[in-house]
């Protein structure tokens, strides 16, 4: 889907497009920017609630707008067959996904500021989350960590933070090429930060849930998707 075009035959094509995306239920400022940024859909055609329901893996070296929380995109990226570093922005969010894989019986290491060199290079398993800060961890300590798939879980928090928690967010971008494939995943994107340099020529996708999300009191009060300065702020203190 194209916008640089603007003859009558492709101002048509676009409105047919923005109607068939209404249509599916997109808001408005949503089917938008899929038209602007040639945003790829994923339909959940069953009306599942988690994400393994229907999908066997994440789309590769992609950006991807889940549009709902609580749908188990963590969970499936930890049981996964295949090798994976899930990054998170916060300590408190790495220990409940660490309690998740000791209840489930997952081998998985975490890695935050505490973590020794020591600890990182005895670990033998497939399955590591570490907080953004400490991403750098991985690549310095764990052998053969380009055979790791990457998740940088919270995307939107490489925005709504960055001025305040720069260095974990350059760690982010310095780190997450080096691995065998990475997926940006959050479910609150706001619309600017498909204008990031870092997330320009990106490949990008957004999941449509066969029941779309309820609103949420927090979405009534501050919309994601705007780029209202202060929104973005009081958002980003509300999720932290």
């Avoid at 602007?36 to 070296?61: C, H």
């Avoid at 498909?194 to 066969?210: H, R």
Wanted: glycine share 2%; with cysteine.
């Amino acid at each position: 889907m194209k916008t640089q075009n603007t003859t009558p035959q492709s101002k048509i094509t676009l409105e047919t497009t923005l109607n068939q995306l209404l249509e599916m239920g997109f808001k408005k400022r949503v089917a938008d920017n899929i038209i602007k940024y040639n945003i790829d859909i994923i339909e959940d055609i069953l009306g599942v609630k988690y994400m393994d329901e229907f999908m066997n893996d994440f789309p590769k070296n992609t950006l991807l707008d889940k549009t709902k929380t609580g749908v188990g995109a963590t969970s499936m990226a930890l049981r996964h067959k295949d090798k994976y570093v899930i990054a998170v922005p916060f300590r408190d969010l790495a220990s409940n996904k660490e309690e998740w894989c000791l209840e489930e019986k997952i081998d998985v290491l975490t890695i935050n500021g505490d973590t020794t060199s020591e600890e990182i290079q005895s670990y033998t398993g497939n399955k590591i989350i570490v907080v953004y800060d400490s991403l750098y961890k991985v690549s310095k300590h764990i052998k053969n960590f380009e055979s790791f798939r990457i998740m940088i879980d919270e995307a939107h928090i490489l925005l709504l933070s960055g001025t305040f928690r720069k260095r974990a967010i350059y760690t982010v971008f310095e780190e997450y090429t080096k691995y065998k494939d990475y997926v940006f995943l959050t479910a609150t994107i706001p619309s600017r930060m498909y204008e990031m340099d870092e997330f320009k020529n990106m490949p990008k996708a957004i999941i449509k849930w066969k029941h779309n999300p309820q609103p949420t009191f927090l979405s009534h009060i501050i919309d994601p998707y705007s780029d209202n300065t202060l929104s973005n702020v009081l958002f980003s203190i509300c999720i932290e």
